[in-house]
């Protein structure tokens, strides 16, 4: 979502030759070296690979030296997280009495891992996902200067599974589009291995016509058709979201699905009440759960979807 972005504009803003500044030129040998990631007084770190208390060590001898050339010596370590518990006390005595030349910049996707010692030494600033239908948009900007032929749809798909971190909606962009001539539907679903969506369409359809037999067969042509079992409950779970979603808003999040799959689950909404969409989703997510220590996880998974019938149908 920009984390380390933000960090390097910071550390522009930081070191310009015309700052401290809010907006940092862009043309002085500091800011270019950031840009170009060369500069001898910004060090970005990668916190998954060097998590040892060993590499925090000399990062901490390090920090007693003064800048070679700009204002601030500046540590961008990405996934801070990942550090180990040692590494993490290491750090601590030099946040505690950082030097005035040095500045600390941590990225990471799982605050809740990182030592409240840590954090109460930090100003702290939430990054939001972004939302689904902004990604799909620059994907279709990506495709168009690049000649890509992309479905819109293909595209809500792969936003989607990003799940509002567009580094990896542009490599799952770049992936589908190595694999043929066209980002599809198809072959985003074959790529990232999602079950077609006219199934689960056709699935909710059968659990509210109360047809077990239609329930089972469905099952039967997706894992046949190579979906991993796992995968299969996750994308039923979301299409139960955007059916919520459609009773409780009269239809969904227009930055979520395309027109077409709007009208759909709009139609699907008739014919269940919001207590039994959440009864649906609740009993989903406990199969996902149980899944995991299952040995037979087909077999779960259909007792569990015929078991959604007498859910909604007493």
Do not use: W
């Amino acid at each position: 979502v920009g984390k380390t972005s933000i960090a390097r504009i910071l550390a522009r803003a930081l070191n310009c030759a015309e700052g401290p500044t809010p907006t940092p030129c862009g043309t002085c040998p500091s800011c270019q070296e950031i840009s170009e990631g060369t500069a001898m007084d910004v060090f970005e770190i990668d916190g998954a690979s060097n998590r040892g208390i060993g590499e925090i060590r000399d990062l901490r001898d390090g920090v007693a030296y003064a800048p070679q050339r700009d204002r601030y010596k500046i540590y961008i370590i990405d996934e801070v997280h990942m550090l180990s518990t040692a590494a993490f006390n290491a750090l601590l005595k030099t946040l505690e009495e950082p030097p005035e030349h040095v500045v600390f910049i941590f990225a990471t996707t799982e605050v809740q891992s990182v030592p409240e010692t840590i954090l109460s030494r930090c100003q702290r600033f939430n990054f939001r996902r972004i939302p689904t239908g902004q990604i799909a948009a620059h994907l279709a900007a990506i495709a168009e200067a690049e000649g890509i032929a992309a479905e819109p749809v293909a595209l809500h798909l792969l936003a989607s599974r990003a799940d509002g971190a567009l580094r990896d909606a542009e490599s799952l962009l770049d992936q589908v589009a190595s694999f043929g001539s066209e980002v599809s539907q198809q072959s985003a679903e074959q790529v990232l291995g999602l079950v077609d969506r006219v199934l689960y369409f056709e699935l909710v359809d059968a659990i509210a016509a109360a047809a077990p037999e239609r329930v089972l067969d469905i099952v039967d042509r997706a894992l046949n058709a190579g979906v991993d079992i796992e995968e299969f409950v996750t994308g039923l779970v979301e299409q139960l979201r955007h059916l919520l979603f459609a009773l409780i808003q009269g239809g969904t999040a227009e930055e979520d699905v395309t027109e077409e799959d709007r009208a759909r689950y709009a139609e699907l909404s008739a014919a269940f009440a919001e207590e039994d969409v959440l009864r649906m989703m609740q009993s989903l997510l406990d199969l996902e759960a149980d899944m995991k220590r299952s040995v037979q996880p087909r077999f779960r998974v259909e007792i569990a979807l015929v078991h959604l019938l007498s859910l909604i149908h007493v």
